[in-house]
């Protein structure tokens, strides 16, 4: 237990300040048990009683911590979601959602999901921003199958949804991109063979994201993330990572700061421990929207973060280093690309992440007929296929086409994200998914391409799962009054955020709600006035 401090976060709920009552009811269902513990419980009871015999606890609490969460039950409109109790929103059939920690794939890992998807999920599957699967459809009975499924290819669901460290995103080229600064690869598998599904951190204060990434294309979005490393070569100790702290978005969006450290490949995972344990002693556990990270941060400032975890946790000073260039190009890996070993990799948006078991299985067929059988999902509802032969990549994107997934596609399709939106979750207010693969076809068959990218985010509630505040055309799901004062879904725009060079959340425009139906008048308006007046050279974030 770490001393007092208590000029502190007084009455925060914090551990190391001797706040251990839990003051609210998802603090309370992790005292009472931990969540990994449920396990036990659907392998030997929920399996054999079904829906109906599950602890109430269990199913709105702790079975996040396996990657289980009710969905949605379907006809219920997004203007009752504030008002209805979880029990009458609820579905009786659950989203699971499987972590691929840095998007490593493996062809017979992408087959396993595939099959599971089309036994035991009515074939769905979403590509998630975060290097994940979701899969739609499950029933409790299957669950434990379905683990005994994707553990015994090397994949999990532990701790891919709940109060804990989610998956690691790390860059879909590390080890091979030609650019690369470093490889983050090792750290990443250290940290998930360490920590991940253990009890030293399956009781945080809220979920915890981290990012790795040498690649200087900073493809992972280490801005939002509660801790982050991102490649930058030091000009004694060589290639290495910068350290930063306290991203998120939801609804006090925050940008990750610098702690100004330079960490080494080989001490990522005990500088990510010393991170995550400030945030599990340290954390506001008192109200759940002051819980993540990135209220410490902003309370204490990053010099007296860098000191507690230096001091107190590492017990040793870290190096101070240089900051990252920051990344100018695409942060994406859409399109064909050489690797340094002079094969080539082959990057893929399915519009909106949405693809299905069977096209998943197809593409694991794919990638082996033509690769190695290594693949990577993206941090932007993608996938890369690697090490393809230069006489096999005509063949390969004949084939990737058959599936409808063009490696040059329009900048609509190539950068359009939604979250999973009223289909699913229990939070929406609007349609997404469907909304935003409709939108893609709208704009394209009236605008045709555009030659800068453009980002357009849609999300189904302000929690901004796809990234709403750092899109250059992010939206908000809310219920709107049209002109004839007819409640409708719509959206709130927040224009020009962005990442990188030009890192920042998108303005909220107050006037600017827009019903559903009126998106692509809309963005056509805001494209066709870019293109009127923009000067030589400019993209669309400028
Ligand atoms: Fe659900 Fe809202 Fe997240 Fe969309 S942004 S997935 S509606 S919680």
Not at 75 to 80: F, N, V, Y
């Given at each position: 237990m770490h001393h007092r401090r208590?000029?502190?976060?007084?009455?925060?709920?914090?551990w190391a300040l001797g706040h251990r009552e839990p003051l609210n009811p998802n603090e309370r269902a992790k005292r009472d048990d931990d969540g990994l513990h449920c396990r036990a419980r659907i392998e030997s009871t929920y399996r054999h009683t079904g829906f109906d015999g599950i602890d109430p606890t269990d199913l709105r609490s702790r079975f996040r911590w396996w990657g289980l969460y009710t969905q949605r039950a379907p006809?219920?409109?997004?203007?009752?979601t504030a008002v209805l109790a979880p029990e009458e929103l609820e579905d009786r059939y659950f989203m699971l959602r499987i972590r691929v920690d840095g998007g490593l794939l493996t062809t017979e890992q992408l087959r396993t999901i595939g099959t599971v998807s089309s036994r035991y999920a009515r074939d769905s599957a979403d590509l998630t921003d975060r290097q994940n699967v979701q899969l739609h459809w499950v029933r409790i009975e299957d669950v434990p199958d379905i683990w005994a499924a994707v553990e015994g290819v090397g994949l999990t669901t532990a701790e891919a949804c709940g109060d804990t460290p989610r998956v690691i995103l790390g860059s879909p080229v590390a080890g091979i991109a030609a650019d690369e600064i470093i490889d983050g690869t090792p750290a990443i598998r250290e940290i998930v063979r360490r920590f991940?599904?253990?009890?030293?951190?399956?009781?945080?204060?809220r979920k915890f994201k981290t990012a790795i990434s040498g690649s200087p294309r900073q493809d992972v979005a280490h801005e939002i993330h509660d801790v982050a490393f991102v490649g930058v070569v030091h000009p004694e100790h060589g290639p290495g990572f910068d350290l930063w702290v306290g991203g998120g978005l939801s609804t006090n969006p925050m940008l990750a700061q610098r702690l100004g450290a330079w960490v080494p490949l080989s001490e990522v995972p005990d500088v990510w421990a010393g991170v995550v344990s400030i945030f599990r002693d340290f954390g506001y556990r008192r109200l759940r929207n002051r819980a993540r990270l990135k209220f410490l941060v902003a309370d204490w400032g990053v010099r007296r973060f860098r000191e507690v975890l230096e001091q107190e946790y590492l017990h040793r000073p870290l190096l101070d280093g240089p900051a990252p260039v920051p990344a100018t190009g695409a942060r994406d890996h859409v399109g064909v690309h050489p690797q340094r070993d002079g094969r080539w990799y082959v990057g893929v948006n399915p519009t909106v992440g949405r693809v299905s078991g069977t096209v998943l299985t197809r593409l694991a067929d794919l990638a082996e007929a033509h690769g190695s059988g290594r693949l990577r999902l993206t941090s932007d509802q993608g996938l890369v296929l690697l090490d393809i032969a230069a006489d096999k990549l005509d063949s390969l994107t004949a084939g990737l086409a058959e599936l409808g997934l063009s490696t040059t596609p329009s900048t609509f399709r190539r950068n359009m994200m939604a979250c999973?939106?009223?289909?699913?979750?229990?939070?929406?207010?609007v349609e997404t998914k469907a909304r935003g693969i409709a939108l893609v076809d709208e704009l394209e068959s009236r605008l045709g391409d555009l030659d800068v990218p453009l980002t357009i985010n849609l999300n189904g509630c302000p929690n901004a799962c796809a990234r709403t505040q750092i899109a250059d055309i992010g939206l908000k799901g809310m219920i709107v009054t049209t002109p004839a004062g007819e409640q409708v879904e719509g959206f709130q725009v927040h224009l020009g955020g962005g990442l990188g060079l030009d890192a920042g959340f998108g303005r909220k425009?107050?006037?600017q709600k827009l019903a559903g139906d009126d998106v692509a008048d809309y963005v056509e308006r805001v494209v066709r006035s870019f293109q009127a007046e923009r000067e030589p050279g400019e993209r669309f974030a400028q």
């Open positions: 208590p000029d502190a976060g007084r009455g925060q709920g914090q006809g219920i409109d997004g203007g009752r991940v599904g253990t009890e030293e951190f399956s009781n945080l204060p999973t939106g009223l289909e699913f979750c229990k939070l929406a207010i425009l107050r006037g």
